[in-house]
């Protein structure tokens, strides 16, 4: 029932920038707090970004102040990753996330590669 759908990864150039969608259903979205994770190769899976339910706070991890920013639609409900000036190391499948009905959901993730 509860369902994130991630899109928008794809390859881009380092300098380059990118804008990840996470489609959510199943769930009263605009009552949650929404989280984009990342894990890349070889690498433990990590916190990006959080924002709150009425986009009133955000977080980001220290690798991608200033670079990333998190936003939502909650008449949409849709979180949304814009990422800029991306770097080789921000290769990850990115996963949206959001813990509902006392358990943390999962998107299947979506792939950024930074390479040029």
């Known amino acids: 029932q509860v369902q994130l759908v991630e899109s928008g990864g794809g390859l881009v150039q380092p300098g380059g920038s990118l804008r990840l969608s996470c489609a959510a259903s199943?769930?009263?979205?605009?009552?949650?707090?929404m989280n984009w994770y990342r894990q890349a190769p070889g690498k433990e899976r990590e916190l990006v970004a959080a924002?709150?339910?009425?986009?009133?706070?955000?977080n980001y991890a220290d690798s991608v102040k200033g670079r990333f920013t998190i936003s939502r639609d909650n008449a949409k409900n849709t979180v949304y990753l814009q990422m800029n000036s991306l770097k080789h190391e921000d290769t990850a499948v990115y996963y949206c996330?959001?813990?509902?009905?006392?358990?943390?959901?999962w998107g299947k993730g979506t792939l950024v590669t930074v390479s040029s």
């Open positions: 924002i709150s339910s009425s986009s009133g706070s955000t």
């Open positions: 996330n959001a813990v509902v009905y006392l358990i943390s959901r």
């Open positions: 199943g769930f009263a979205f605009s009552s949650y707090a």
